[in-house]
């Protein structure tokens, strides 16, 4: 759940920047726009104040040179000047007619801070007296009545600033209150999303803003849920199927079994009978793994095999192991040499009992299995000094295996979980109930070569395993 | 191993498979056990007890009119005799539910006679130790009933750690006995931290059962995994 907080910290942050830089680039853009203008217009005070300086007083009265004559024509003003006796003594020839020529002091205030008649006036002074040019009408708006108060102009900067900021602070709770509803609507749409792949029952309310992507994600829900029933349907199928058949199997195997174990006892019976019958018998154990471990291979690959977790000493689980084979292994083909150190204290980790006894049964029939002319088979649990998981070894002095079958066995994959035509599957289930069994414990499974030249398999528990119970 | 007290003891055979209970009838007889009786269905079984009291009873799960579970407590009520169960039913919690319920062993089919002989023996040791006067071994004779050793006709007492754990050795005569199997039979569940005290007690057993406890010969150790109890019979055997 840490993307909303993300998200709207993402939004402000947009936000705050948008309102700082929109003010600033409002500035920007309308000192551009007025620069351009001034620069196509000289400014009518200055007009004024220049050709109240070109006004010269000559022997034929006042004259105006003839550049400023032009400039005033170019853009249509009239002007006119008023010595210090308030009188006109200048015009220009397109004075309009309504304007007076005879000024007091109050008419000469009004026109410098506003219009005759409709014309904006600007005056220039001289010390012969004042020009006024009088521009088109509606080509300048004047206002000069307001006075300012002198503390406000000097605060200005700082009252700016202050506007600013409120302007901001204004604009960022207009956001928050218009996008709450909207982030009120997203929340439970961002948490059913983040609860989709964990598998976890998901309901968004449908109403509000996004009530459409709600029913879309319940929808969806219902979707996978739906699918995940029908997967599940079909694997319980092939596990109870599989389950089944060896359950159907055991009975008559067992009639198999007994008859050829008390022909193979029989010392009456002729050499080749004889022999007749301890194949039956072994073949007929092949067959008995085989149902046994089919059996477990599905039930620990569709997960319908439970997993009793209790805090076990793993030597004393391997030490039973290890036993059970000494006990039964009449013929003395296949000696177990036990290499764990005395002085080694109990190695706990949390495990199911049988299926850890199923594990490294495994490894050992698996030792068996391949070395038909016998080996010596060597157990040994070890703890790592540094993290303390604990780890069993099973390695053998038999046949071994080469590279590639290494390769195989740790990548191919077994016909049991495999979905696709290919070749490189694996047979054998004994090593792939192994792996099966480790992931369950959160362990790991390494297959290689012996350094005596055999098999050699090591199951390694995760540490932290032992903190379990 | 001084068995033949068990081979007259009483044994009910419940299966629906009649081959099978030919099979197993075969097997026990030919091991020498003689008075078998066997039944296909709760009611058979359940008519059969009114005449023929078993000592041991070998049960099948799925039985036509029942579970064999059901039935163990319905032949409980007739006599406290151990039972085992024998079923194609192999799953976790089967075998724990029979195991629950109170049943002495639990097999899973198919099985091996011997597999099935050594189960049934080991039972029927541990159930009627006391009728068996004497256990025979190289040096000396266990008389469980007593609790005691007789070593050159002297009466050595056993302690009861002693006796639990010559109990548990031979039980499983002839076979090892983990370390662990030992100390939970001698100090219960959770045994651990006892290695040094079972090495005593069994310094101690070696000098009420042997002629040179530093030399044994009826009670060998097995390096790291544990210890084999062997019984005169068992030698004489191995020596044929």
Redesign the interface.
Known sequence: MKSIPKLIRHLVGTLLLSALFLPVLNVLVLGSLLSTQESNIIPPWTTAREAADDLQLTENGYMISESMGARLSAYDIWAFFIDNDLQVVWQTDNLPDSIPLTYTPSGIANLTRGYIDGYPAFTGESENGLMVLGYPKESFWKEMHPGWDYQLIKNAPKTLLFMLLFNVAAIFLIYITANSTLLKSIKPIVNAIQALPTGEEVYVPEKGLLSEISANINRTYEILQSQKYQLRKKETARANWIAGVSHDIRTPLSMVMGYAAQLQEDVTLPKMAHDNAVSIVRQSEKIRDLINDLNLASKLEYNMQPIRLAKENIIAITRQVVVDFMNTDMTGKYPIVWETDESLPPCFISADKSLIRRAINNLIQNSINHNTQGCTIYVKVTTDQDTAACSITVADDGIGISEEQVDKISHAPHYMVCDENTGRQRHGLGLLIVKQIMTAHGGKTIIGKSSRGGFLATLTFPPDSSEAT | MNDEYLKTKRILLVDD?Q??LD??T??LR?DGLCHIETAGSVREALALTETFLPELAVLDVMLPDGSGFSLMEKLRLKGDFPILFLT??????DILQGFGLGADDYI???????ELLFRIMAILRRCYKNDNPLVTLQNSEIDFSRAEVIKDGIHIPLTAKEHDLLSALYR?AG???????LCEAAWGDNP??YENSLMTHIRRIREKIERNPSQPVSLIT?????YKLITAEQENRRLL
């Open positions: 498979e081959d099978l099979m197993v075969s097997i030919s194609a039913r192999g799953e976790d919690g899973v089919k198919p099985f091996l006679p011997k499983n076979r090892i006995v983990t370390i662990d199997a651990f931290g097995v390096k790291g995994l544990g």
